[in-house]
């Protein structure tokens, strides 16, 4: 078995790292106070973005958006069928849409 040297390549690292990265931008005082919010939300928005485009190019590589053995997906019924829908899709649609309401409660 390798060994990975600590800090390349250890999947905290980045994990941790981003989110610590934003943190600083929102609060470390200095100047170019909006340009830091804005950089800082478009570094939040990487990860949701990341996963829109994995679920369009789903069909590429013939995945599926729930695992066999995890949470399975919720059933709606729309007009007369059954959607499957997984529940990551609706964790990233609402932290999209509460990235907007931040970014529109800043703006005003």
Known sequence: MQRI???RGTPGST???KPLLELALILSPGPFPEQRFYLTATLA???MLGFFAALTGRATY??????PNGIPPAKLRVL???LLVDL???AVLGGILALLAIVF???L
């Open 62 to 67: 013939r995945a599926t958006l729930s695992d």
């Open 105 to 107: 409660i800043y703006r």
């Open 88 to 90: 990551n899709l609706a």
């Open 15 to 17: 994990s941790s790292g």
């Open 80 to 82: 007369r069928r059954f």
């Open 45 to 47: 928005s990487v990860p």
């Open 5 to 7: 040297p600590y800090g």
